[in-house]
């Protein structure tokens, strides 16, 4: 069956430290692969998109393709980066997202 | 244009009763999309529609539930007997459908939270 997995659903960091949030994937072919944000009170929005390669607000991610995993990073967490993180790979005839189960992410002052 | 706009915002109803969630697209976007969230849960993909046309449903859109998209603009989502098991925020997106405009990101409202008591 075709899945994202998104193993850890709360981690903490503190302030400066480096965080990885872990998504792996279980599709056929080779699947678009986003990650999308949710701060507090806010509406979901996109993140990052694998095939542009882009650095967004420090975060990065990189598609394993021989691990089948899209794990997010960014080297220093502020605090401001608090928030639910969503790995969604878009897939099927509607092109629709299909969203991992998040992972709430804690940056400790 | 404001983005993506969902009415009403929260919705509290009797078990039994019909609701109906409208959706306000990115004016210039041909695809929309609802989505169902439950607490702890990534938003599950519910049904798509391409201008007018609904072109896909998810096995987790029952008999109750029906979708519409009568002008290609705005949408419905109405249920129809709720259950407590309805209750969920209801999330819409809505995504161009242009050659050279699409980018395959989806644009979210802020949601439709229902409440069956």
């Known amino acids: 069956a075709q899945r994202v997995t998104q193993p850890e659903k709360l981690l903490s960091v503190f302030k400066g430290a480096p965080v990885e949030l872990k998504c792996n994937y279980s599709?056929?072919?080779?699947?678009?692969l986003f990650w999308y944000v949710q701060y507090s009170r806010q509406r979901l929005q996109l993140l990052l998109r694998?095939?542009s390669r882009e650095s967004i607000k420090g975060f990065t991610a990189d598609l394993n393709k021989g691990e089948t995993s899209f794990h997010l990073k960014k080297p220093f967490a502020q605090e401001e980066d608090s928030a639910m993180y969503y790995c969604a790979p878009l897939q099927g005839g509607a092109r629709q997202l299909t969203f991992g189960s998040g992972t709430q992410l804690t940056v400790l002052p | 244009d404001t983005g993506v706009s969902q009415d009403p915002r929260h919705k509290i109803t009797k078990r039994g009763q019909n609701v109906t969630f409208r959706c306000d697209p990115i004016?210039?976007?041909?695809?929309l999309y609802w989505y169902r969230q439950t607490l702890g849960q990534g938003p599950e993909f519910l049904t798509y529609f391409q201008n007018e046309a609904q072109l896909e449903k998810s096995r987790l859109l029952s008999d109750r539930f029906s979708a519409e998209r009568p002008k290609g603009s705005f949408s419905t989502l109405e249920i129809q007997r709720t259950e407590q098991g309805d209750s969920a925020m209801y999330l819409c997106?809505?995504?161009?459908?242009?050659?050279?405009?699409?980018?395959?990101?989806?644009?979210f409202g802020e949601g439709s939270r229902l409440t069956v008591l």
């Open positions: 997106a809505s995504r161009s459908g242009l050659l050279g405009g699409d980018t395959g990101e989806l644009f």
């Open positions: 004016s210039e976007h041909n695809r």
């Open positions: 694998h095939i």
């Open positions: 599709y056929s072919g080779s699947p678009e």
